[in-house]
């Protein structure tokens, strides 16, 4: 069964890096919903965080292949973690006088803000889940949606445990090989 | 070893004073030289042009040989040819744009077949990077597929450290090519250059050491099954583990098959050695893969050409397989138990694991299904030489012994099906990216790799003339290679596929070509031509008493077929076998 996976995945801060990520996304023909790229706690280590769809066992090869990447030094899939994964939005709305109120209304319940507006237009800001930004957007699609912008999730895990490099060594732990056997050390 | 620069006296001594370690400032291209000197190289192939001309202009000090080629694609398969025949890394070298480009199939041949390369190419001066300058192509950016990694280097002090890194990557876990693209302007620029010892690389820890869990699942899987056989592949070699090889399989029983790359790993003259699986294996051993309760895969990654159809695959078996590369485990097949790691240390764990054993009645249901009406029609030899006698006289005249590179096509699976591999890295073909041209260069690449052993390069009459232009090399080189071509006027295979599976509409598969005679005596070196059966023996022998190249012109039935075939999209069970012989099936 084909499903949506949110990896998350450490990579050396170098030119080219994230070229040789989605190259390869394409070369195996793994699809990218979507991939967000920043600086991580780690001075050198940029952290992205990859949205992608397949059955497990396709999602567990694109963890392999990126693992191949000499720039990639952790790949840990936050599916079945308890993760927090957000992106953010800015929609610039149509805004006649009439419906600034009401849209303003949509905005709170959704907790977004409002950072730009002009007297025909409202442009707002808004952080949370994928679900929770489609929702905003298909109750301000009725007022008239000029431009949008989505970045894409980016996600952490819940709790006190962090997704970090010990020792600065990259760690391929355990990688879990078709029938669930751990199918490498280190 | 390297002569010693001429440097400004001055600096070197100042330098050499304020380092414990003697450093000395080095134009970029010495240090170039220095660092492939450093990292053993004794031979590199390669062709020169703009970017690279300061490199070259330190070549003829530098303390390895530079082989010149005569097409920058020959050069990355002489590399390869070298780095198959010695186990040690391939160099080879290019200039800017087409230069470059020109190295890009040897990288993907390299890079399929898990051959340690190492390319260096220049590029062009750093401040016209990305203006489209002349000769210019994002060659980092076009062989990012095709490599292991690669590198763009950016400042002269990177260049020492960069090519021992790329060595490392190259030669480490599971070997593949690593291209290293130097700008111009740094080949001029100089720093002090000191060799870097060690290899820093977070990202990259390759997993020699298995498992124990994961062996001993392996050994309880092996101790299990009643029918079990190996799958031998080319890691076994990349390990040089075929010393513990033979020990593990003398040790089970087991017999074993090999894949396309895999042959020599193993004595196939060995009483447990089945042959070659897979698209043009021998029907017994696709028939013992049909049967078998657990398939043990060692250094093999299930190519489709092996494999067949992956659903009618090895259907009853139990699957342990071994690898160094874990993207391989579960990637095509379904895997039971695999084990990352490194075939000789996994073979070396699971040694002391696994009981002694014999599996007659297994190895009697195999031996039967051998196709014996193919053996004995192979005895009766018609007028018009058959491959298969050309190719069995090669292995007898040199008794076995001889290296053979194949080109691409029927005659390469002729080669493959009865030449009979006694021993490793003998067998040099091209399996994962099957480029035609391979043959000739990579015999020059093995035979300046190995000059004590002899070597055949078997090629077809098509892949021929997509690098004859080498024949230019052998004969710049002196090499003593014998060159077998196997001359059926045909793209033979792709003839065939056109025969058994388009209603024999061949299109575009008639190739002419030159009088090789008189190719050869163009190229001042020897042409024999050879047209029966009864004239194989001697051109061989006449071949084999001529020191440098000989150019020998098989003409063989235009329209033979390599038997048995697995029809595209089938499994290895529904092979075809040839008309006169089907009856065995
Ligand atoms: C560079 C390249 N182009 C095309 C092919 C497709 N191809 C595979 S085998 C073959 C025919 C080879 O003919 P020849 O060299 O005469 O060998 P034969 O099959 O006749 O022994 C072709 C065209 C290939 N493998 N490589
Ligand atoms: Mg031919």
Same mark, same amino acid.
């Given at each position: 069964?084909?499903?949506?996976?949110?990896?998350?995945?450490?990579?050396?801060?170098?030119?080219?890096?994230?070229?040789?990520?989605?190259?390869?996304?394409?070369?195996?023909?793994? #699809?990218?919903?979507?991939?967000?790229?920043?600086?991580?706690?780690?001075?050198?280590?940029?952290?992205?965080?990859?949205?992608?769809?397949?059955?497990?066992?396709?999602?567990?090869?694109?963890?392999?292949?990126?693992?191949?990447?000499?720039?990639?030094?952790?790949?840990?899939?936050?599916?079945?973690?308890?993760?927090?994964?957000?992106?953010?939005? &800015?929609?610039?709305?149509?805004?006649?006088?009439?419906?600034?109120?009401?849209?303003?209304?949509?905005?709170?319940?959704?907790?977004?803000?409002?950072?730009?507006?002009?007297?025909?237009?409202?442009?707002?800001?808004?952080?949370?889940?994928?679900?929770?930004?489609?929702?905003?957007?298909?109750?301000?699609?009725?007022?008239? !949606?000029?431009?949008?912008?989505?970045?894409?999730?980016?996600?952490?895990?819940?709790?006190?445990?962090?997704?970090?490099?010990?020792?600065?060594?990259?760690?391929? $732990?355990?990688?879990?090989?078709? #029938?669930?056997?751990?199918? &490498?050390?280190? | 070893?390297?002569?010693?620069?001429?440097?400004?006296?001055?600096?070197?001594?100042?330098?050499?004073?304020?380092?414990?370690?003697?450093?000395?400032?080095?134009?970029?291209?010495?240090?170039?030289?220095?660092?492939?000197?450093?990292?053993?190289?004794?031979?590199?192939?390669?062709?020169?042009?703009?970017?690279?001309?300061?490199?070259?202009?330190?070549?003829?000090?530098?303390? *390895?040989?530079?082989?010149?080629?005569? *097409?920058?694609?020959?050069?990355?398969?002489?590399?390869?040819?070298?780095?198959?025949?010695?186990?040690?890394? @391939?160099?080879?070298?290019?200039?800017? @744009?087409?230069?470059?480009?020109?190295?890009?199939?040897?990288?993907?041949?390299? &890079?399929?077949?898990?051959?340690?390369?190492?390319? !260096?190419?220049?590029?062009?001066?750093?401040?016209?990077?990305?203006?489209?300058?002349?000769?210019?192509?994002?060659?980092?950016?076009?062989?990012?597929?095709?490599?292991?990694?690669?590198?763009?280097?950016?400042?002269?002090?990177?260049?020492?450290?960069? !090519?021992?890194?790329? *060595?490392?990557?190259?030669?480490?876990?599971?070997? @593949?090519?690593?291209?290293?693209?130097?700008?111009?302007?740094?080949? !001029?620029?100089?720093?002090?250059?000191?060799?870097?010892?060690?290899?820093?690389?977070?990202?990259?820890?390759?997993?020699?050491?298995?498992?124990?869990?994961?062996?001993?699942?392996?050994?309880?899987?092996?101790?299990?099954?009643?029918?079990?056989?190996?799958?031998?592949?080319?890691?076994?070699?990349?390990?040089?583990?075929?010393?513990?090889?033979?020990?593990?399989?003398?040790?089970?029983?087991?017999?074993? =098959?090999?894949?396309?790359?895999?042959?020599?790993?193993?004595?196939?003259?060995?009483?447990?050695?089945?042959?070659?699986?897979?698209?043009?294996?021998?029907?017994?051993?696709?028939?013992?893969?049909?049967?078998?309760?657990?398939?043990?895969?060692?250094?093999?990654?299930?190519?489709?050409?092996?494999?067949?159809?992956?659903?009618?695959?090895?259907?009853?078996?139990? +699957?342990?397989?071994?690898? =160094?590369?874990?993207? $391989?485990?579960?990637?095509?097949?379904?895997?039971?138990?695999?084990?990352?790691?490194?075939?000789?240390?996994?073979?070396?764990?699971?040694?002391?694991?696994?009981?002694?054993?014999?599996?007659?009645?297994?190895?009697?249901? =195999?031996?039967?299904?051998?196709?014996?009406?193919?053996?004995?029609?192979?005895?009766?030899?018609?007028?018009?030489?058959?491959?298969?006698? =050309?190719?069995?006289?090669?292995?007898?005249?040199?008794?076995? $012994?001889?290296?053979?590179?194949?080109?691409?096509?029927?005659?390469?699976?002729?080669?493959?099906?009865?030449?009979?591999?006694?021993?490793?890295?003998?067998?040099?073909?091209?399996?994962?990216?099957?480029?035609?041209?391979?043959?000739?260069?990579?015999?020059?690449?093995?035979? +300046?790799?190995?000059?004590?052993?002899?070597?055949?390069?078997?090629?077809?009459?098509?892949?021929?003339?997509?690098?004859?232009?080498?024949?230019?090399?052998?004969?710049?080189?002196?090499?003593?290679? #014998?060159?077998?071509?196997?001359?059926?006027?045909?793209?033979?295979?792709?003839?065939?596929?056109?025969?058994?599976?388009?209603?024999?509409?061949?299109?575009?598969?008639? +190739?002419?070509?030159?009088?090789? $005679?008189?190719?050869?005596?163009?190229?001042?070196?020897?042409?024999?031509?050879?047209?029966?059966?009864?004239? +194989?023996?001697?051109?061989?022998?006449?071949?084999?008493?001529?020191?440098?190249?000989?150019?020998?012109?098989?003409?063989?039935?235009?329209?033979?077929?390599?038997?048995?075939?697995?029809?595209?999209?089938?499994?290895?069970?529904?092979? &075809?076998?040839?008309?006169?012989?089907?009856?065995?099936?």
């Amino acid at each position: 069964m084909k499903k949506r996976h949110t990896l998350v995945v450490l990579v050396e801060d170098h030119p080219g890096v994230l070229n040789r990520v989605v190259s390869l996304m394409r070369r195996r023909s793994f #699809n990218i919903d979507s991939i967000t790229v920043g600086h991580s706690e780690q001075p050198g280590v940029s952290r992205m965080t990859l949205v992608v769809v397949g059955r497990d066992d396709e999602v567990e090869q694109v963890g392999k292949q990126l693992y191949k990447l000499m720039e990639v030094l952790k790949v840990q899939d936050l599916t079945e973690a308890n993760a927090v994964s957000h992106e953010l939005a &800015m929609v610039k709305v149509a805004a006649k006088a009439q419906h600034r109120a009401e849209i303003l209304q949509v905005a709170q319940i959704f907790d977004a803000k409002v950072v730009d507006a002009t007297p025909s237009s409202l442009l707002i800001e808004a952080v949370g889940s994928e679900d929770r930004i489609d929702n905003l957007l298909t109750m301000l699609k009725g007022f008239g !949606i000029r431009e949008l912008v989505r970045t894409g999730a980016v996600a952490m895990a819940r709790g006190a445990q962090a997704t970090a490099i010990k020792d600065g060594r990259a760690e391929r $732990e355990t990688v879990i090989v078709a #029938n669930g056997s751990a199918g &490498m050390a280190t | 070893m390297s002569v010693t620069e001429k440097l400004p006296s001055a600096t070197a001594s100042s330098a050499g004073a304020s380092h414990g370690v003697e450093r000395q400032l080095l134009s970029g291209a010495e240090i170039t030289c220095r660092s492939l000197e450093a990292e053993g190289v004794t031979t590199v192939f390669g062709y020169p042009g703009g970017a690279v001309i300061p490199l070259y202009d330190a070549l003829p000090r530098a303390g *390895f040989k530079h082989v010149l080629v005569r *097409f920058e694609q020959w050069a990355a398969l002489a590399a390869e040819g070298y780095a198959r025949a010695t186990g040690k890394p @391939g160099v080879c070298m290019a200039t800017s @744009g087409p230069g470059a480009t020109n190295l890009v199939t040897g990288l993907a041949d390299a &890079m399929l077949d898990s051959v340690p390369m190492v390319a !260096i190419t220049g590029q062009v001066v750093q401040p016209l990077i990305g203006r489209d300058a002349f000769q210019e192509v994002d060659i980092t950016g076009i062989t990012l597929p095709v490599t292991k990694h690669n590198y763009l280097v950016q400042r002269v002090e990177d260049i020492a450290p960069t !090519i021992k890194e790329a *060595f490392y990557l190259a030669t480490s876990g599971r070997p @593949g090519p690593v291209l290293v693209d130097i700008p111009k302007t740094l080949f !001029i620029q100089k720093a002090l250059y000191s060799y870097p010892s060690t290899v820093g690389r977070r990202g990259y820890q390759p997993t020699s050491t298995p498992n124990m869990r994961q062996v001993r699942l392996a050994a309880e899987s092996i101790a299990r099954a009643e029918r079990p056989l190996i799958m031998a592949g080319h890691g076994i070699m990349l390990s040089e583990a075929t010393e513990e090889f033979r020990q593990f399989v003398e040790m089970t029983g087991i017999p074993v =098959i090999f894949t396309l790359l895999g042959l020599g790993c193993f004595p196939e003259s060995h009483p447990l050695a089945l042959g070659m699986m897979g698209m043009h294996g021998h029907k017994h051993v696709n028939d013992a893969l049909d049967e078998c309760d657990l398939l043990l895969n060692v250094g093999a990654r299930f190519d489709d050409r092996a494999t067949g159809n992956v659903n009618g695959f090895a259907p009853k078996a139990k +699957i342990v397989h071994v690898d =160094i590369d874990p993207a $391989e485990l579960g990637k095509n097949i379904r895997t039971d138990v695999p084990v990352v790691g490194d075939a000789g240390e996994v073979l070396r764990q699971l040694l002391p694991e696994v009981e002694q054993r014999r599996y007659q009645a297994w190895t009697d249901w =195999i031996e039967a299904r051998r196709n014996i009406a193919l053996e004995v029609a192979l005895e009766h030899q018609p007028e018009s030489p058959e491959p298969y006698t =050309i190719v069995r006289e090669i292995a007898a005249a040199s008794n076995g $012994e001889a290296i053979v590179t194949t080109d691409v096509g029927q005659h390469q699976m002729w080669t493959a099906q009865y030449f009979g591999f006694d021993h490793p890295d003998r067998w040099i073909t091209s399996g994962g990216l099957g480029t035609m041209g391979f043959g000739l260069p990579s015999a020059i690449g093995a035979k +300046i790799g190995r000059p004590d052993l002899e070597v055949w390069a078997v090629i077809g009459d098509g892949g021929f003339q997509m690098s004859m232009n080498e024949l230019a090399t052998c004969v710049q080189e002196n090499l003593d290679i #014998n060159i077998a071509v196997i001359n059926n006027g045909y793209l033979g295979m792709v003839r065939q596929w056109q025969d058994l599976f388009h209603e024999k509409n061949y299109s575009e598969v008639r +190739i002419g070509g030159p009088n090789l $005679e008189k190719l050869a005596e163009a190229y001042g070196i020897t042409g024999i031509t050879v047209r029966r059966t009864v004239e +194989i023996r001697p051109a061989i022998e006449r071949a084999r008493s001529i020191r440098g190249p000989v150019l020998m012109d098989f003409v063989i039935e235009p329209e033979a077929n390599v038997w048995p075939i697995v029809p595209p999209g089938a499994s290895n069970t529904e092979m &075809m076998h040839e008309r006169r012989f089907a009856d065995t099936e």
